[in-house]
């Protein structure tokens, strides 16, 4: 019920090419966060979106929440070995804290 | 900059040994979250605090985990006894009042030998 199914668990690219990955829930979420967790590392904040087809960029990043609420994706354009990490899509504001298994993302220079 | 503090870094323990992890979250943060990390996986919510009270506890195994957070500031996670499935990375998070961004603790490895 209140999990978020993120897709696809794994991604390796090669420098430069893109890279994207969806997050979907059964249900209508308030909002979504994501997280970037580098290897040994700990969960780091990156953007929530709130609104209903919102899209907010970062540099190199772009994230989409879905028109109905239930689904989000972050894309991230020309792929850097810095990008190397797992990438967490969670659920949050007033209910509890959930986040998806991620997508890990390697990076071939 | 302030950051959550997580004590101790490794732990190694016994199974059936009890075991402790100590959270300090950023001063005024209200939220506070217990998340347990397997390899590999995603965090898995424990327990979440608001000030001193419990918000969720839902996915705690009640039966040897226990988490308090007494004056509403610093909190402990135990375990008693340790199974050899506990062993896992164990993060603290924590988060002010109707914001979003959580910040997290560098975490206790704990490895049940």
Redesign the interface.
Known sequence: GQQVMQIPQYQHVQEGEDFTTYCNSSTTLSNIQWYKQRPGGHPVFLIQLVKSGEVKKQKRLTFQFGEAKKNSSLHITATQTTDVGTYFCARGGSEKLVFGKGTKLTVNP | EAEVAQSPRYKITEKSQAVAFWCDPISGHATL?W?RQIL??????LV?FQDESV??DSQLPKDRFSAERLKGVDSTLKIQPAELGDSAMY?C?S?RNRA????????TRLTVV
């Open positions: 979250y998340y590999g996986q995603g965090p898995e919510l979440q918000v969720d993060l998070a988060s979003p961004e959580a910040f997290f603790g560098q975490g």
